[in-house]
C-alpha cells in the first residue's frame, strides 16, 4: 500500500527540451490512458441494473406519456353532507292548490295584518272564477248523494247536508261582491246573478216544506239583488246596460223557472224600463197619444180621429 513510484531518470540532453521531453515522457508513460477514458465514459453512460431498480418512475418517458384517471387527478372536497329542510321556493313547489290555500288561510288568521295584505295584493275575482267556484261546490253536492234511493227524501237530505250548507254559504258571500257600490259595472254584477241564479234552479226539491226553505231562501236573497242591480244600473247612462243584451227577456225566463219567486226583480225590471221608454205604457181605450209622429202617421193612413167619442145631437 506504501508503494513508492519510481520516477525515470533525466539526462543532461533531455534538459534543454523540457516541454517536449514532458509532453513525450506523458505520452510514453500511459500509453493506454485515452483509450481507458474512453471506455469509462461509455460505461459510465449507460445505467446500472441497480441505477435503472432505483430510477423514480416520474423520470421515465412511458410514465409521462401516460396521463393519470381524473378522479385521481382531482382531489375530493369535503361536502360535509347532512341533512337539511327544504328552502321555501322548493318547500312552495311541492305543495298542491288546497295545501297552499290552507297554510296562507292559516297564516293569514294567525296574523291579521298578513291578512289584510293578501286582501289589497290579491286580484279581483272575475264572474267566470267566482261562478268556478260555485260549479265546484254543486259538483261535490252531487257526488254527496247516496246511491239508490230517493234523492229527495230524509235520508238522501241528511247524507248532503253538509255539502248544500257549504254551497249555499259560498253563495251568500260571493253575490254581495257583486253588486253595488262595490262593483260598478252593471254588466258584471248581471252576469254574476244570471250564473247564481241557474244554480238556484238545479237545488234539489225535498219531500218536506222545512228541507226545502233553504231553496226558498236562496230565491228570496237572489230576488233582492237582482232588484238592487237594476235600480242601480237604471241611474247610469240612462239604463242602457239594461236596454240592451236581452236582461229583462233573461229575468223573465228566470222567474218562470223560479214559479214566481223572483217577481220582485222583474217588477223593478219591468218599472225602470218604462220609465226609459224601452216599454211602452199600456193605453186606455180612446186614448190618443200627444206624440207628433203618432199624429202624422195617422193622418197618412187615413184613421186620425177615429178613436175619438163621437158626439150626437145639437153642437
Same mark, same amino acid.
Given at each position: 500500500?506504501?508503494?513508492?513510484?519510481?520516477?525515470? #531518470?533525466?539526462?543532461?540532453?533531455?534538459?534543454?527540451?523540457?516541454?517536449?521531453?514532458? @509532453?513525450?515522457?506523458?505520452?510514453?508513460?500511459?500509453?493506454?490512458?485515452?483509450?481507458?477514458?474512453?471506455?469509462?465514459?461509455?460505461?459510465?453512460?449507460?445505467?446500472?441494473?441497480?441505477?435503472?431498480?432505483?430510477?423514480?418512475?416520474?423520470?421515465?418517458?412511458?410514465?409521462?406519456?401516460?396521463?393519470?384517471? !381524473?378522479?385521481? *387527478?382531482?382531489?375530493?372536497?369535503?361536502?360535509?353532507?347532512?341533512?337539511?329542510?327544504?328552502?321555501?321556493?322548493?318547500?312552495?313547489?311541492?305543495?298542491?292548490?288546497?295545501?297552499?290555500?290552507?297554510?296562507?288561510?292559516?297564516?293569514?288568521?294567525?296574523?291579521?295584518?298578513?291578512?289584510?295584505?293578501?286582501?289589497?295584493?290579491?286580484?279581483?275575482?272575475?264572474?267566470?272564477?267566482?261562478?268556478?267556484?260555485?260549479?265546484?261546490?254543486?259538483?261535490?253536492? *252531487?257526488?254527496?248523494?247516496?246511491?239508490?234511493?230517493?234523492? @229527495?227524501?230524509?235520508?238522501?237530505?241528511?247524507?248532503?247536508?253538509?255539502?248544500?250548507?257549504?254551497?249555499?254559504?259560498?253563495?251568500?258571500?260571493?253575490? #254581495?261582491?257583486?253588486?253595488? #257600490?262595490?262593483?260598478?259595472?252593471?254588466?258584471?254584477?248581471?252576469?254574476?246573478?244570471?250564473?247564481? @241564479?241557474?244554480?238556484?234552479?238545479?237545488? #234539489?226539491?225535498?219531500?218536506?216544506?222545512?228541507?226545502?226553505?233553504?231553496?226558498?231562501?236562496?230565491?228570496?236573497?237572489?230576488?233582492?239583488?237582482?232588484?238592487?242591480?237594476?235600480?242601480?244600473?237604471?241611474?247610469?247612462? +240612462?239604463? !242602457?246596460?239594461?236596454?240592451?243584451? +236581452?236582461?229583462?227577456?233573461?229575468?223573465?225566463?228566470?222567474?218562470?223557472?223560479?214559479?214566481?219567486?223572483?217577481?220582485?226583480?222583474?217588477?223593478?225590471?219591468?218599472?225602470?224600463?218604462?220609465?226609459?221608454?224601452?216599454?211602452?205604457?199600456?193605453? *186606455?181605450?180612446?186614448?190618443?197619444?200627444?206624440?207628433?209622429?203618432?199624429?202624422?202617421?195617422?193622418?197618412?193612413?187615413? @184613421?186620425?180621429?177615429?178613436?175619438?167619442?163621437?158626439?150626437?145631437?145639437?153642437?
Amino acid at each position: 500500500m506504501n508503494s513508492i513510484i519510481a520516477t525515470p #531518470p533525466v539526462f543532461p540532453h533531455e534538459l534543454h527540451n523540457t516541454h517536449l521531453s514532458a @509532453t513525450r515522457s506523458s505520452t510514453m508513460s500511459f500509453p493506454n490512458s485515452s483509450t481507458t477514458n474512453r471506455k469509462r465514459k461509455a460505461e459510465d453512460d449507460e445505467p446500472s441494473p441497480d441505477d435503472r431498480m432505483s430510477a423514480s418512475p416520474s423520470n421515465s418517458p412511458g410514465v409521462a406519456s401516460r396521463s393519470l384517471p !381524473i378522479h385521481r *387527478q382531482m382531489k375530493r372536497a369535503k361536502s360535509g353532507l347532512s341533512g337539511r329542510p327544504l328552502a321555501l321556493p322548493r318547500l312552495l313547489e311541492t305543495l298542491d292548490v288546497d295545501s297552499l290555500r290552507g297554510v296562507l288561510r292559516s297564516i293569514c288568521e294567525r296574523h291579521p295584518d298578513i291578512g289584510s295584505e293578501v286582501v289589497n295584493t290579491a286580484p279581483r275575482p272575475s264572474v267566470s272564477s267566482a261562478l268556478s267556484v260555485l260549479n265546484n261546490y254543486e259538483s261535490a253536492l *252531487q257526488a254527496s248523494f247516496p246511491f239508490g234511493g230517493s234523492p @229527495t227524501s230524509e235520508y238522501a237530505y241528511n247524507r248532503v247536508r253538509q255539502a248544500l250548507l257549504a254551497l249555499l254559504d259560498a253563495l251568500n258571500d260571493f253575490t #254581495p261582491h257583486f253588486l253595488p #257600490p262595490n262593483e260598478s259595472q252593471a254588466s258584471q254584477s248581471l252576469s254574476f246573478l244570471d250564473g247564481a @241564479t241557474d244554480i238556484i234552479h238545479r237545488l #234539489p226539491n225535498w219531500d218536506t216544506f222545512q228541507n226545502n226553505l233553504h231553496k226558498q231562501n236562496a230565491y228570496d236573497e237572489i230576488s233582492k239583488a237582482w232588484a238592487l242591480v237594476i235600480r242601480e244600473a237604471a241611474k247610469r247612462a +240612462g239604463g !242602457i246596460q239594461l236596454q240592451y243584451g +236581452g236582461w229583462d227577456q233573461k229575468l223573465t225566463k228566470h222567474n218562470q223557472l223560479a214559479l214566481g219567486k223572483l217577481q220582485e226583480a222583474v217588477d223593478e225590471m219591468r218599472t225602470n224600463l218604462v220609465w226609459m221608454g224601452g216599454q211602452p205604457q199600456p193605453q *186606455q181605450f180612446g186614448s190618443r197619444g200627444d206624440d207628433v209622429s203618432s199624429v202624422r202617421q195617422e193622418l197618412l193612413s187615413g @184613421t186620425y180621429g177615429a178613436n175619438l167619442p163621437v158626439r150626437v145631437g145639437p153642437w
